[in-house]
């Protein structure tokens, strides 16, 4: 795929972005929904208790942001439905398993069946990280990132960003089998 490709194979893609308050992942979701409004819906996994407060960090820590602040003038009244429209919370933590710790069984099913793209961005970005912690998010949760990755039938892209590597695996399934 060429870099000029992307933003039209965005179009009515489903997309999950994990370390959803991240720096990177603030910058990467208002890009794709300034310039690809027609993708589908973009989840967002954040570490958070319930729905409640996964809305809250939202709200507090990325959208109140000022580099939403373009997107925000493009949709005008409208920038709350738009974003109620393309944005699906996914309260979780990559750390706790090939679930991700999300704990509502339909939401998984649901990105399962309809994911065509995973961002990885969940990590620890501390380098005097505990040793179990940094295990944790930034080793098992890359693993537990592609465990759930090959439940998802429609995937054909996994992008894992660390420290070290940025890696794009245009993914298949028979590469899974
Ligand atoms: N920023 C750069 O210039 C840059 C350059 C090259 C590579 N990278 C790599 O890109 C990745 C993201 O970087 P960043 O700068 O966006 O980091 P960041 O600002 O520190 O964000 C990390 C995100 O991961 C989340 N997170 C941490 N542990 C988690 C867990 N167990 N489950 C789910 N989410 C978790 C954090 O959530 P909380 O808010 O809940 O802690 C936060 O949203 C990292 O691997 C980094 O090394 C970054």
Redesign the pocket.
């Known amino acids: 795929m060429e870099f000029g490709d992307v933003i039209p194979f965005l179009e009515n893609k489903n997309i999950l972005v994990?370390?959803?308050?991240?720096?990177?992942?603030k910058i990467f979701v208002e890009k794709k929904l300034r310039v690809q409004p027609n993708i589908q819906k973009i989840y967002l996994?954040?570490?958070a208790e319930d729905d409640n407060s996964a809305l809250q960090?939202l709200q507090n820590?990325v959208i109140e942001r000022d580099l939403f602040r373009v997107l925000k003038e493009n949709w005008g009244s409208n920038f709350n439905s738009f974003l109620t429209q393309k944005i699906v919370l996914v309260p979780?933590?990559?750390?706790?398993g090939e679930d991700l710790?999300v704990k509502e069984p339909t939401l998984s099913q649901k990105m399962w069946s309809q994911l065509d793209v995973i961002v990885n961005?969940?990590?620890?970005?501390n380098f005097d990280e505990r040793y179990d912690v940094a295990l944790?998010?930034?080793t098992l949760?890359a693993e537990h990132l592609v465990r759930f990755a090959k439940k998802c039938v429609r995937l054909q892209v996994l992008v894992h960003?660390?420290?070290v590597s940025?890696n794009l695996m245009f993914y298949t399934r028979k590469s899974t089998n």
């Open positions: 994990t370390g959803a308050t991240g720096f990177l992942a996994l954040l570490r960090r820590e979780g933590d990559v750390s706790l710790g961005l969940a990590a620890t970005t944790g998010t930034n949760g960003v660390s420290t940025s």
